[in-house]
């Protein structure tokens, strides 16, 4: 499976951006983030049918993981941003349904988009 995440930039503290990952097939999808100099974390997964989700306690209340499958795409949106949001976003996928939450369940990788919240 091939994984494409779109959609960082710059924004003030509070901002909103949504990030977008093209991935076709049955696969969970999850989007991780990797600030500087510290580890790849889990920020949000998604099962195929996209009644199942898992939002991490750090971003719960102010981004929400969603998809269309019809488009083949998997949608971060990310409101309230804070300067502890800033990091390389990816999105991944595994091949079954559970929504894993360690970067070693995954294995397919997209590159990343960066993400920079000033203050």
């Known amino acids: 499976v091939q994984l494409q995440a779109f959609g960082g930039g710059l924004v003030q503290a509070g901002g909103s951006l949504r990030l977008s990952c093209a991935a076709s097939?049955?696969?969970?999808v999850g989007w991780f983030r990797q600030a500087p100099g510290k580890e790849r974390e889990i920020v949000a997964a998604?099962?195929?049918?996209?009644?199942?989700?898992y939002t991490a306690t750090s971003v719960k209340g102010r981004f929400t993981i969603s998809r269309d499958n019809a488009k083949n795409t998997v949608t971060l949106q990310m409101n309230d941003l804070k300067p502890e949001d800033t990091a390389v976003y990816y999105c991944?996928?595994?091949?079954?349904?559970?929504?894993?939450?360690?970067?070693?369940?995954?294995?397919?990788w997209g590159q990343g988009t960066e993400v920079t919240v000033s203050s």
């Open positions: 998604i099962n195929w049918s996209g009644a199942g989700t």
């Open positions: 097939g049955k696969y969970v």
């Open positions: 991944a996928a595994r091949g079954d349904s559970y929504l894993a939450r360690t970067v070693s369940a995954y294995e397919y």
